[in-house]
């Protein structure tokens, strides 16, 4: 007799921030040196040395916990975790427990309408829109931990600590998710806010946002929770989404088979498509926690609240509405321009002086987007400039160059951000708009191509194609093409 | 009979470099002469850095014969307890667990009276890891109480107390979580200073208990102490518990008047366990400093037994976090033989910690273990709040506390350890000061009848160091000198 089962879910997210600087001391956050180069006395837990904050992660902390509707706590502490581990320098990791920074918030999630991730991570479309509040339980700052690098020829393990002290947020929800639909656009609600702060870029495939999944299930109608387990090493939405179904059979088949759930951290494992256990409750360790000492209290002032607030940027919904009202443009477009804010930027300032949002955003569809894939790079890490699109359309629509010699200057923008209108002039890019000069071209071709003149006379109208390619070469590509088509017909006539 | 240069205090012989009569290098000379003479019997030193010291002897002597340099402890040879940060120079804090360790950096303290030219000689003797009232805690060997070497010299600062005692350099510095300057400048009948918490920056102190350590000076008289607080307060931006003061110009405060000033002597410091001798040595400066002017009452301060529970509870809460970092990866001591991670910490561990250390970690561990936190630690933090309120009330009524630093004077050596509970009685006059981040200083008042010195100590409120300074200078004028 097999039962209803309710499967209830919260997450535990990790982010690391965009500071420049490391959380307790100034080395460097950049990824990418050689090992123990972005090192310190502070994060190699050198002794006598000790941990000073940077204001920075307190300002990027806050600044999610007020998009997130959370309370910010004006007293706010650090307390020490201590457990032992090479990669933890100090054997203690610096975070909070006692008094988080930010409490009791929520974000509204839309079910029912899949985005490109909850489509690309294989889910269909289950009908009606719905919005739903996730809770959030709090969001505490703390340090990341060291990298140890298991080298099985030496049978010995080496530790690279350019990451500790990077500086990161856990965002602790409430378990009111209920589907890894609701988990996915959760994690995409939150990232969309964090991105568009500038906190971090989210990235889940390289470890900038880390989820974790606390699982458990119950009879439908039961108003108690069921034992649950928590879910490590996730970095995909479709290795959360599998892993939820995975772990929501496996608790379902113990339940079923009357057994119990036990309570322990399991860690999936893509590959295999399956989780293992980790640790049990039982051997779950004691962390300790007590206040850090060596760092006073944080006291944030309602003035330091106002500041944050006033400069939150606008965030995806209300732009998406904004854009829907003020530009024109199809519904498609600005789902893919807003999903990154950078992106958004750029449509904004670009249309701003050019006065043409089509235009722009084709060049950010079609172009843009085709050269951040081929580079596979991000769309924060677009580099030309908006000023430089609005002339280049200007550059298009007054026909100083042609369409083709448009896309050629672009890509040279979107390596090195040049200004069109002097890479046109000094690459003597200009198209030929003087018709004497086009026409004198066209009859030279017309005169060294009799066989297509024959065709195109004999009823081949595709013919006058090859023969506008014709004065386009000879032209060196300067010549507008429509032009050129209408003397040839003339020509030809 | 002249003092020789290693006998002279720091701020005469400075004076003496300063104006070309001694070079720099005779001024090591004669410290170095009587390491070499006394230190093998005393062992107040475990480092000495001979060879750095006259490197820097030859620029410090070139700066103040040309006149750039320009301060009391110019050229002044200092010694450094060994739980401070001193680049290029061993910091073992007396413990195997780090008896190879050299660090990259030197602590902001050893910064600030290098900057001001003055020359560390060496590293000295402590209990391990700061943990001990007698110096025996170390790994290395105890150290001799320089007035009677069948005693100890106090702890944890022993090494320094006994190096300046014995005239082994012309002053140094301590730290002092629960006493442990004070202490030892009273048993070894020398002065030593701690100041409000955050007037000397931790940076570069291997902590013991982050929240209640604190550096400072050991000297042969009060003006140097203040010269030497002088020199090593410093906001210091790298410690997030320095504070910012602009009333560290503590020689101002070398004034002989205590006219007027109200001095309370708390009946709780004077009842069962302190010895005769030494109570009557300090009711009798208590006298002294009456006659000069001073209004000295007694008191009720309360809540004295608690302090120490509380002390002991939070310090080595604090204390088994802290040296977690000992682990045997990154520095320091490595156990030789291990079959896992596990095993690596438990050896290294067991084997680098001494008893003492080993003790406190427990005890720090259990205190802070879920189930207990609320009832060991948390309680201990509310009393440090009502011994902090005790003092508050106390400095409403009156500008110093008066009392004796140690229940008795130095004991012998190897009678302490066995029984560290009434070891930990010892600290009872000077851990509440640390519960209370209030400034202490000690200096002697007496001798006993075995000719052990007693150490007067007075207590003030937070950032009121300046006028225990001055009350404790006035009343070295009317003692007179302690040889």
Known sequence: MSKEYETVIGLEVHVELATKTKIFCGCSTAFGGAPNTHTCPVCTGMPGSLPVLNKQVVEYAMAVGLATNCNITRHCKFDRKNYFYPDNPQNYQISQLYLPICRDGYVEIETGKLSVNQKNAGMTESGEVKTKRIGIHEIHMEEDAGKLVHDDWADASLVDYNRSGVPLIEIVSEPDMRSAEEVIAYLEKLRMFIQYLGASDCKLQEGSMRADVNLSLREVGSTEFGTRTEMKNLNSFTSIMHAIAGERERQMDILESGGKVVQETRRWDDAKGESYAMRSKEDAQDYRYFPDPDLIPVDISEEWIERVKASQPEFRPAKIERYKKEYGIPDYDIELITESKRMADIFEEATAICGQPKKVSNWLMVETMRLLKEKCMDADKIRFSPAHLASLIKLVDSKVINNNSAKEVFEVMFEEDVDPEKYVEEHGMKQENDEGAIKSICEQVIEANPQSVADYKGGKEKAIGFLVGQVMKAAKGKADPGTANKILKELLS | ?483
């Not at chain 2, 630690?377 to 440090?384: E, I, M, P």
């Open chain 2, 1 to 483: 009979m002249e003092k020789k240069l290693n006998e002279l205090s720091a701020v005469e012989l400075g004076k003496k470099i300063s104006v070309g009569e001694v070079s720099v290098k005779e001024a090591l000379d004669a410290s170095f002469a009587a390491i070499d003479e006394k230190d093998g019997e005393i062992h107040a030193y475990l480092e000495l850095s001979r060879e750095k010291a006259y490197e820097r002897a030859e620029d410090i002597q070139k700066r103040i014969s040309d006149g750039s340099l320009k301060h009391p402890l110019a050229g002044v040879p200092v010694a450094i307890k060994d739980n401070m940060c001193t680049e290029g120079i061993k910091t073992t804090c007396a413990s195997k667990i780090l008896y190879n360790f050299v660090p990259t950096f030197s602590s902001t303290a050893v910064e600030n009276l290098e900057e001001a030219g003055a020359i560390v000689i060496g590293k000295t003797n402590m209990d391990e890891f700061a943990m001990g009232s007698t110096t025996e805690t170390s790994a290395f060997g105890v150290t001799k109480n320089p007035r009677n070497t069948a005693h100890v010299p106090g702890g944890s600062s022993g090494g320094s107390a006994a190096a300046v005692a014995a005239d082994e350099c012309s002053c140094a510095l301590g730290s002092d979580t629960g006493g442990s300057i004070r202490q030892p400048a009273g048993y070894c009948g020398v002065v030593g200073m701690k100041p409000t918490y955050g007037t000397v920056s931790r940076y570069g102190l291997i902590a013991y208990g982050s929240s209640l350590d604190q550096i400072g000076p050991i000297t042969k008289d009060v003006t140097d102490t203040a010269v030497m607080l002088e020199t090593i307060s410093s906001y210091d931006k790298k410690d997030s518990t320095s504070v910012d003061r602009d009333d560290t110009n503590f020689t101002s405060a070398l004034i002989e008047d205590v006219a007027g000033m109200k001095i309370g002597v708390p009946r709780d410091y004077f009842g069962e366990g302190l010895d005769p001798e030494v109570s009557a040595a300090v009711k009798k400066a208590a006298d002294d400093l009456k006659a000069a002017g001073a209004i000295v009452e007694e008191f009720d301060l309360s809540l004295v037994k608690y302090a120490i529970p509380a002390y002991y509870t939070i310090a080595d809460a604090e204390a088994s976090s802290n040296l977690e970092r000992f682990d045997g990866i990154k520095y320091g001591y490595r156990a030789e033989d291990f079959k896992d991670l596990h095993d690596l910490y438990k050896k290294t561990r067991s084997e680098g910690f001494g008893p003492e250390v080993q003790r406190r970690i427990m005890l720090g561990s259990f205190v802070l273990s879920s189930g207990y936190y609320d009832a060991y630690y948390l309680k201990a933090l509310k009393v440090k709040a009502l011994i902090k309120k005790a003092f508050d009330d106390a400095f409403s009524k009156y500008d110093m506390i008066l009392g004796p630093v140690a229940p008795t004077t130095a004991p012998e050596l190897g009678k302490s350890l066995s029984d560290p509970l009434s070891m930990y009685l010892g600290d009872i006059y000077t851990i509440s000061v640390n519960l209370a981040g209030l400034p202490g200083i000690c200096l002697p008042c007496g001798r006993d009848s075995k000719g052990l010195p007693i150490g007067l100590q007075l207590i003030g409120d937070c950032f009121k160091d300046s006028t225990l300074i001055q009350a404790a200078y006035t009343y070295e004028k009317i003692r007179g000198d302690f040889a």
